[in-house]
């Protein structure tokens, strides 16, 4: 019995697109996801792949964003974030800097960092537990919430 060539087309087109968005999101470069408000206004929603994780272990959670440490020459500039989760427990996670020193997301997207990171934000966040048992967190992704 022989296949038709459109169902061997059709087949492959399957694989090919499945193959591409599974790459697309397992990429490791840094990406900033924006959402349209209704006036129009682009917002900030989440960011994703921004630290390498040098090989230490991951750590999800889910809280509020209580304070955010600012750079103090370089104003903008988040340098770590205070998150009281869900279940009470203050974390500090520290936000990679060479995120911005070597400019792995566009300029225009990493003036907005400071928006999604803002003090009172629902946020899920991913982070790297690093240090002597897991001492020193560094943000990877965070999606916000509200």
């Known amino acids: 019995m022989r296949s038709h060539p459109w169902i061997i087309a059709i087949t492959f087109a399957i694989c090919l697109f499945g193959a591409i968005s599974i790459s697309a999101q397992n990429s490791d470069e840094p990406r900033a996801v924006f959402a ?4 129009g ?13 040098y ?16 750079d103090e020459e370089l104003a903008l500039r988040v340098l770590g ?3 009281v989760t869900r279940k009470g427990d203050r974390e ?9 020193e070597e400019f792995k997301l566009p300029r ?3 003036g ?29 992704h965070v999606r916000a919430l509200n």
Request: glycine share 10%; aromatic share 10%; with cysteine.
């Open 36 to 39: 349209n408000r209704r006036n």
């Open 41 to 53: 206004k682009p917002k900030l929603i989440a960011l994703y792949n921004l630290t390498d994780g």
């Open 55 to 70: 090989g230490c272990p991951v750590a999800r959670f889910t809280g509020t964003i209580v304070h955010v440490k600012y």
């Open 81 to 83: 974030i205070t998150l």
């Open 92 to 100: 500090y996670i520290n936000v990679d800097q060479s995120l911005y």
């Open 108 to 110: 225009a997207e990493l």
């Open 112 to 140: 907005w960092v400071h928006t999604l990171l803002a003090k009172g934000r629902k946020v899920r966040i991913t982070a790297f537990m690093c240090g002597v048992s897991g001492g020193v967190m560094f943000l990877h």
